[in-house]
């Protein structure tokens, strides 16, 4: 069986192709999520990559914060499930999955079966979510993929004490109008959005195994920092932005199974 994930985020959007709920068949991601053409582009790349053809889809589900405005899926799922779903598909031992998107962090518990147990949000402050990086990035004028490698560089990372997103960017910018180099302001960025996610890691509560998730688990600044602040392990993946595409194409898969075995 064939199931087709979408994952439509406040900034990304990411399709994940699954035959028999097993095996990851392709995958693809633009940047462009809820309101964009983000995933008409997503879907576009990954018919491109494939020799599957649109047809051969069994069931499509989508999730993500785009997900009650998209027409052309049999089904919709929350993020949080198919997070869940995703990450112990990659993680089979997962216990707390971090997500940190482009417009949220969620801490989301599960036990030890993989159900979820617990979950914990912020979706109100853009300080300790990817666009905390995304703006802090235009203000140093580099590309978000280039301050994880930056902040290596630093040698005594910067404080950045205004817990606003729009106080904090004039505290970058009058730093390093001050002289302070480019490698400390970005580690001082990198451990201020871990410092914010991991007081909502220790509201839910933190077992191991840890994962992280979404385009911030690129960067290992943040989650080095974040592993550093919660003194465990974090594990992450090269899939890690796709965990709710994944979830999504396994929970498809799974509504099949159940419609197969009620037959
Ligand atoms: P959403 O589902 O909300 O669109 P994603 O989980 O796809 O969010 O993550 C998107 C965010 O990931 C962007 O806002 C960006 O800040 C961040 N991001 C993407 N790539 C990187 C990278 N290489 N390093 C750090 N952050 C990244």
Redesign the pocket.
């Known amino acids: 069986m064939i199931t087709l994930g979408i994952?439509i985020?406040?900034?990304?959007s990411?399709c994940v192709l699954m035959k028999d709920g097993s095996e990851i068949l392709t995958y693809s991601l633009r940047i462009g999520?809820l309101g964009t053409e983000g995933p008409e582009e997503a879907l576009e790349e990954l018919w491109d990559k494939t020799e599957y053809t649109p047809d051969q889809v069994d069931r499509t589900i989508v999730t993500?914060?785009g997900r009650n405005k998209y027409e052309g899926a049999d089904g919709e799922v929350s993020e949080l499930t198919c997070h869940a779903l995703g990450g112990r598909f990659v993680f089979p031992e997962m216990r707390t999955l971090i997500d940190i998107?482009?417009?949220d962090a969620k801490i989301i518990s599960l036990s030890e079966s993989g159900r979820m147990s617990n979950f914990v949000m912020n979706d109100k402050c853009a300080a300790g979510t990817?666009?905390f990086?995304?703006v802090m990035a235009n203000i140093l004028r580099m590309d978000?993929?280039e301050?994880?490698e930056c902040a290596a560089k630093s040698e005594n990372p910067a404080s950045i004490s205004s817990t606003c997103t729009v106080f904090a960017e004039s505290e970058v910018i009058s730093q390093l109008a001050n002289g302070v180099s480019r490698p400390d302001l970005v580690a001082g960025i990198c451990e201020s959005v871990a410092s914010r996610v991991s007081a909502l890691a220790r509201r839910a509560g933190v077992v191991p195994q840890v994962c992280m998730s979404?385009?911030?688990a690129?960067?290992n600044a943040v989650r080095n920092a974040l592993a550093k602040s919660l003194e465990t392990e974090i594990d992450t993946d090269p899939m890690a932005?796709y965990f709710g595409a994944i979830g999504a194409a396994l929970y498809g898969y799974r509504q099949l199974q159940k419609n197969k075995d009620n037959k």
């Open positions: 994952d985020g406040s900034t990304t990411k999520g993500g914060y998107g482009g417009q990817g666009r990086l995304d978000i993929d301050l994880d979404g385009g911030v690129k960067n932005q």
